[in-house]
């Protein structure tokens, strides 16, 4: 809720700034924080929003610090979200007990199973509460995209094909591609949706590829092929490219020689992502001034 809004710290970064703020989430039912680069564009006029999904165990902290995003943003103008990763401090039994499930790991679904569901709506406080609570904060175009990491990458994607039209592109960095079909997502989904296996396939990419027909989302993917991850078969890159195929969707999915799935390779290709989605939120970027 925006009358709850509290602003935790303001810091200098590449002439812009990075803040981070914290508020109380009706959707979620707890205090939630969320970091924010304006860039110096913001001190003037509307910007276009990106925002960014972090992965498990992750909290707000983790893109904003790590990633080196700050100096692509500025020079493209566009401002950057990052959301925490679950709710917090909701006390539900057994939402510590594990890095890959509780806190830490909402997996951006709604959860409709006891106890979970609750607090634990990700996907609606990401598309509708925080969504709503940027754009009526920050001096913000109407131009928004979405990118992520790892089961945040596994979120962007589902929160663009789930939404046709609300985000101009979606990027991800080592996504989550397949949740129905790999341990990590059958874990979540199991424990946030139930056993009703059906129900899983609202939130997984490559049936969601299958069902959409909205615009074009540029969807663009970079995976490391020494990722732990990706060879243990938690991220099944090939999926979401092969359903990408079979629906005619564009997509430039990329796998990079020698990298893993840290933030060394997100800071890698940070540049190009934002460059990526600043291409196709240019129509606001010109109306505002700027190349």
């Given amino acids: 809720m ?5 602003k935790l710290s303001s810091t200098k970064c590449f002439s812009g700034f990075v803040e981070k703020y914290s508020h109380t989430s009706a959707c979620l039912g707890c205090d939630m924080k ?15 929003v990106i925002f960014f999904l972090s992965g498990l165990t992750c909290t707000e902290e983790n893109f904003i610090t790590k990633a080196g995003a700050q100096s692509s943003a500025a020079k493209h103008g566009v401002i950057l979200v990052a959301p925490d990763t679950s709710p917090r401090g909701c ?12 806190e830490g790991a909402g997996f951006y679904v709604d959860a409709t199973a006891d106890p979970w569901k609750k607090n634990y709506r990700m996907y609606s406080y990401i598309t509708e509460e925080l969504f709503n609570l940027v754009k009526a904060t920050f001096p913000c175009t109407d131009s928004v995209s979405i990118t992520g990491h790892s089961m945040g990458g596994h979120g962007a994607l589902v929160c663009a094909l789930r939404n046709p039209g609300k985000y101009k592109s979606v990027s991800a960095f080592a996504p989550i591609c397949n949740p129905i079909n790999c341990p ?9 949706l139930g056993t009703d296996e059906s129900a899983w396939k609202a939130y997984d990419s490559c049936e969601l ?35 990408c195929k079979r629906k005619g969707m564009d997509a430039c999915i990329r796998i990079q020689p020698g990298y893993d799935h840290s933030y060394y390779f997100i800071s890698t290709f940070i540049d190009a992502h934002i460059s ?13 001034g700027l190349a």
């Fill in 2 to 6: 925006a009358d709850t809004l509290k």
């Fill in 34 to 48: 969320f970091a924010v680069y304006l860039p110096p564009q913001a001190a003037s006029m509307k910007c276009p």
């Fill in 91 to 102: 006390n539900i039994p057994g939402d510590k007990d594990s890095w890959d499930f509780g």
């Fill in 184 to 192: 990590w997502g059958k874990k979540a989904f199991t424990g946030y």
């Fill in 209 to 243: 590829v299958q069902q959409y027909s909205g615009p074009d989302l540029h969807i663009l993917v970079d995976q490391g092929d020494e990722d732990g991850f990706y060879s243990q078969k938690q991220l099944l890159t090939e999926n979401l490219q092969e359903a």
């Fill in 276 to 288: 990526h989605h600043a291409e196709h939120l240019k129509e606001r970027l010109a109306q505002g």
